[in-house]
């Protein structure tokens, strides 16, 4: 099985005009997205919360959590984002494929338009009897 790798912009959500293209590593079995710590920084988004994350070898790591703005073509998202730290990988996770629309086919290893539903409370009128 191939691993699927992506060009995103990511940016701040208070300046989206101001982006940096980073390639990802696709993870649909991640839910946050990791960005290095530096690139954030420079983009001006200040971690909100810290998350702690269990390692396959069952250690425990914490990792500070803030939120980014994500553009993909004409795909434009905000999802939470993980501060990368020297040694993580650069990761795309299933939060930030949903936010901008998208998800990963397994199998064929290509991103699918991810079709939207939209839930709305309707009433029905009345009956006149």
Same mark, same amino acid.
């Given at each position: 099985?191939g691993?699927?790798?992506l060009?995103?912009e990511?940016g701040?959500? +208070?300046?989206p005009?101001?982006?940096?293209m980073i390639?990802f590593?696709i993870?649909?079995g +991640?839910?946050?997205?990791?960005?290095?710590t530096?690139?954030?920084?420079?983009?001006?988004?200040?971690?909100?919360?810290?998350?702690?994350f269990?390692?396959?070898?069952g250690?425990?790591?914490?990792?500070?959590?803030?939120g980014?703005?994500?553009?993909h073509?004409?795909?434009?998202?905000?999802?939470d984002?993980?501060f990368?730290?020297?040694?993580?990988?650069?990761?795309?996770?299933a939060?930030?494929?949903?936010?901008?629309?998208?998800s990963?086919?397994?199998?064929?290893r290509?991103?699918?338009?991810?079709?939207?539903?939209l839930?709305?409370?309707y009433? +029905?009128p009345?009956?006149?009897?």
């Amino acid at each position: 099985m191939g691993l699927t790798t992506l060009k995103i912009e990511v940016g701040n959500p +208070a300046n989206p005009e101001t982006t940096e293209m980073i390639e990802f590593l696709i993870d649909s079995g +991640a839910i946050y997205s990791v960005v290095p710590t530096p690139i954030l920084e420079k983009l001006g988004i200040k971690p909100l919360a810290t998350q702690e994350f269990r390692l396959a070898d069952g250690s425990m790591i914490a990792r500070k959590k803030g939120g980014a703005l994500f553009k993909h073509k004409e795909r434009i998202g905000v999802a939470d984002v993980i501060f990368g730290e020297e040694g993580d990988s650069v990761l795309l996770g299933a939060f930030t494929l949903e936010a901008l629309g998208l998800s990963l086919d397994p199998l064929r290893r290509e991103l699918k338009p991810l079709p939207m539903i939209l839930a709305i409370h309707y009433s +029905a009128p009345e009956k006149l009897v």
